[in-house]
Nanobody, 121 residues
Framework: VQLQASGGGLVQAGGSLRLSCAGS????????MAWFRQAPGKEREFIAL????????YVSGSVEDRATISRDTAKNTMYLQMNSLRPEDTAIYYC???????????????WGQGTQVTVSS
């Protein structure tokens, strides 16, 4: 299983980005995929997750009014749309795949390499 995160970059405050996470191989409907982020000197933070089959989602309260998680099963790809970006959103964003509906990073077995998001003020 490989996950490839992309879509990060440098954006001004107030801007938007759509992150993508492409998965290799078959993704079973029971799989849970999630986004986390980690800023320098901080712990990895849960952002959002989605059940592959059915598309149930949950977004952290810290970003829920600015973030949308979605997936395209035909493309084996998960997305994170982030709007109204703030400098404090600057972090490396990671995608992950697991089997449990969990906000804990330890519950996810497979991780992408991360994509850097930098928001300038």
């Amino acid at each position: 299983v490989q996950l490839q995160a992309s879509g990060g970059g440098l954006v001004q405050a107030g801007g938007s980005l759509r992150l993508s996470c492409a998965g290799s191989g078959r993704i079973f409907s029971s799989a849970v995929m999630a986004w986390f982020r980690q800023a320098p000197g901080k712990e990895r933070e849960f952002i959002a997750l989605i059940r592959w089959g059915g598309g149930r989602t949950y977004v952290s309260g810290s970003v829920e009014d600015r973030a949308t998680i979605s997936r395209d099963t035909a493309k084996n790809t998960m997305y994170l749309q982030m709007n109204s970006l703030r400098p404090e959103d600057t972090a490396i964003y990671y995608c992950a795949r697991g089997t449990q509906w969990s906000f804990q990073a330890d519950e996810y077995r497979y991780w992408g390499q991360g994509t850097q998001v930098t928001v300038s003020s």
